[in-house]
């Protein structure tokens, strides 16, 4: 069986009913004519399969599933496209990586197993932590978006990292934090680089291992959906439970008090991992109002029809990908919220790139911060 056969048969290409509504629901598509899920399955399936690897359309694919929420075949689209990037790399053929392609490097880099980090210096001394414990704070890559986008667009993704052990430590929980740790490589599977993933996995899953952590919680959607749904098939003694940092949040509710925040009418980003990948939908939200005073008023397109934030994996931020952050950020404005709240730092590192452009109207601007960065503010000091 040749790899496109795989890619058709772990996708369930081969039910593709050429009905089409992968290609009107696609983000992407609406922006570029070219683009269309149904016409790049059909090349794979009834036409030279070479080709497929050979379209340089297989690399403007969001992987959001937006696809997969109308075919009514249960095809993925989303799957499909990674097993055939697998075969792309291996071919030789390389994706337009964003920023240098500088992510993609430290990535590999961190999928060197003698490579020694020094994660954790950036964790204030009043907030507590430990080596061993039951809880593990998976960061992810926090440090290293910090130095690359801190100082050219409005974002401290190391604010996401400390109101997370903040919030931890109000609930009494001194979490590990891996000195170590790599990236989850939820970006290298994507683009179709299993050698390195499985690399960083084996690193992280060892270590993991190592701290005698049974429960991981981790503020990004993507770490997320790599550590809850990839991990344990790479390894059987990856057991550990593991939760988004809006879902832990929501079992302990009861536990918080709080102070009214500044930001009273609120917005909400669903990401594609959190939302479409996993159905975590309610718990962000109850987060949110649970808060005094808070009013969450929804996007014209929520939950499992919420617009990605534009781009995924570090490759191909274009034109397209601009055009979808704009539609998504004056979706945000019209809500007349003061805010949007994200549960993702790379949806809040998109967006806020996107306001970057000094020609984006005002129309299209709107203050961002990430879910646990607005709870932890919101909380009263000393409970």
């Not at 291996?90 to 500088?102: A, D, F, R, T």
């Not at 009043?126 to 667009?153: A, Q």
């Not at 980003?269 to 009013?295: F, K, M, S």
Request: net charge positive; aromatic share 8%.
């Amino acid at each position: 069986m040749n790899y496109i056969d795989v890619a058709i048969k772990n996708s369930k290409a081969y039910f593709c009913l050429d009905c089409g509504k992968c290609t009107a629901n696609c983000p992407i598509s609406q922006y570029n004519e070219e683009f269309s899920p149904r016409k790049i399955i059909n090349q794979a399936v009834l036409y030279n399969q070479n080709q497929v690897i050979n379209n340089e359309l297989i690399w403007s694919c969001l992987t959001c599933q937006m696809c997969s929420e109308r075919c009514p075949s249960d095809v993925s689209f989303s799957q499909f496209i990674i097993d055939v990037r697998k075969e792309a790399l291996n071919k030789g053929k390389l994706p337009q990586c964003s920023h240098g392609g500088v992510i993609q490097t430290v990535m590999k880099m961190m999928a060197n197993p003698n490579l020694k980090q020094k994660r954790t210096e950036w964790i204030p001394k009043k907030l507590k932590t430990s080596k061993k414990g039951d809880v593990l704070y998976f960061v992810g890559c926090l440090p290293y978006y910090d130095n690359i986008f801190s100082k050219d667009i409005d974002v401290e993704p190391l604010e996401i990292g400390k109101s997370t052990i903040e919030i931890l430590n109000y609930l009494g929980i001194e979490p590990v934090i891996l000195e170590d740790e790599r990236c989850c490589g939820a970006d290298l599977l994507t683009i179709g680089d299993k050698e390195n993933f499985e690399k960083l996995a084996k690193i992280n899953i060892s270590l993991i291992k190592e701290s005698g952590a049974s429960t991981i919680v981790t503020a990004c959607a993507e770490c997320y959906n790599i550590l809850k749904n990839i991990y344990p098939s790479l390894s059987k003694e990856f057991k550990v439970k593991v939760w988004h940092i809006s879902q832990f949040i929501n079992e302990k509710l009861d536990s918080f008090k709080f102070k009214s925040p500044s930001d009273k009418k609120v917005t909400y980003q669903d990401p594609c991992r959190l939302g479409r990948y996993n159905g975590v939908y309610d718990e962000p939200r109850n987060v949110l109002t649970a808060i005094p005073d808070v009013e969450l008023v929804e996007m014209v397109k929520n939950r499992n029809n919420a617009l990605c934030c534009g781009t995924n994996s570090w490759i191909n931020c274009d034109a397209n990908s601009k055009q979808i952050q704009v539609r998504r950020l004056k979706q945000a404005v019209n809500t007349d919220g003061s805010v949007l709240i994200t549960a993702c730092p790379k949806c809040e590192i998109h967006f806020k790139c996107a306001m970057n452009d000094e020609n984006l109207d005002k129309n299209s601007r709107i203050n961002i911060k990430d879910l646990t960065v607005f709870f932890a503010s919101s909380l009263k000091s000393g409970a």
